[in-house]
């Protein structure tokens, strides 16, 4: 059924306050009200889950000002673009944890960047604790939404994510679904993969605003449905049964007269959006006010029309922000 008021979830933590998937990011979400709050994950050499943005983490990490890891260094095709940088799966766990966190987005938020270097690389089963102590401190039931990213990469290197994650789920207490557990990621074969492993989650697909999903490219080429044809109802009608909800850009739902979220709760699945900020650079054009790019638009404009699509979830940036205008 859909939610009277959507779930307020702390996209990477606090990320409008303090770099993302740092332990403050994350303890700050907590205490600033959300739901459940979203890790993304990677994976180490040794097969140990951190959560970062990307595997390529030159832009959210110091790894650059390491010279004994200057020779790391290099070009890799991911998700069939070239990226060159460092990559989670070319250190252990040890090496990565002598790492220090930074701010992704330096110049448009420059307060979190002031604590660039303060914090180290959390593992998932980190961010797992953190969320059990914070929802006994708070004293209300908080969430994890577990997007797991580049599935289909990472098993082409010979490290498949789905069992890496089941098992780490289940030694910190989440597998057997006490906890609220949502996963999340824009290839439904790894969503799959952990259904069939047996952990009980709800399942949510995530959905660009455009291209194709990078698992069901791999295997069919342009044959492969578009993200656009997937929110399609006859899309939507396919995915009853293998996922429990989408997870749209907010672009999508911004569009005039989409249909999407009706479309999807008459099927039964739940639908998300993402990124609500309020920052100008982030709104689109007609919310955008003065100030540049940095400055807070009419985010609660757009947010409006957000809410009032009847959307189950929002990912924020900034908690205090989404806790205040989409809670009832």
Same mark, same amino acid.
């Given at each position: ?96 944890? *002598? ?126 449905? *578009? ?39 008459? *099927? ?6 993402? *990124? ?53």
């Amino acid at each position: 059924m859909p939610r009277k008021s959507p779930l307020v979830i702390g996209h990477r933590g606090a990320p409008g306050y303090r770099p993302e998937h740092t332990r403050s990011s994350y303890e700050l979400a907590l205490a600033m009200g959300v739901d459940a709050v979203e890790p993304d994950v990677v994976a180490t050499k040794d097969g140990v889950l951190v959560v970062r943005h990307e595997n390529e983490i030159s832009g959210t990490t110091d790894v650059a000002q390491h010279p004994e890891f200057a020779d790391r260094k290099t070009t890799k095709r991911v998700d069939g673009e070239a990226l060159t940088g460092w990559f989670t799966e070319d250190f252990t766990w040890e090496e990565l944890s *002598t790492l220090r966190s930074r701010e992704r987005l330096p110049d448009v938020r420059l307060s979190s960047a002031s604590f660039d270097g303060a914090q180290a690389i959390l593992r998932l089963v980190d961010v797992l604790d953190i969320v059990r102590e914070g929802s006994i401190e708070h004293g209300r039931e908080i969430g994890v939404v577990l997007e797991v990213k580049h599935a289909t990469y990472f098993a082409s290197i010979g490290m498949p994510l789905a069992p890496l994650i089941a098992a780490e789920l289940r030694s910190a207490g989440w597998g057997e679904g006490a906890l609220p557990l949502i996963v999340e990621s824009f290839e439904s074969t790894v969503l799959g993969e952990l259904r069939d492993l047996g952990i009980p989650a709800s399942y949510v697909y995530l959905i660009e605003a455009g291209g194709r999903p990078y698992d069901q490219f791999a295997a069919l080429g342009t044959r492969a449905r *578009t993200y656009k044809a997937t929110v399609e109802p006859k899309g939507l009608d396919e995915l009853v049964g293998s996922v429990d909800g989408i997870s749209v850009d907010k672009k999508m739902l911004l569009a005039r007269g989409n249909t999407i979220v009706a479309d999807a709760h008459a *099927t039964g699945l739940r639908v998300f959006t993402w *990124t609500c900020r309020p920052e100008n650079r982030f709104l689109a054009a007609e919310f955008r006010g003065q100030g540049g790019k940095d400055a807070f638009g009419d985010y609660e404009a757009e947010w409006g029309v957000i809410a009032r699509s009847g959307v189950d979830g929002v990912f924020v940036d900034h908690p205090d922000l989404g806790v205040a205008f989409f809670r009832d």
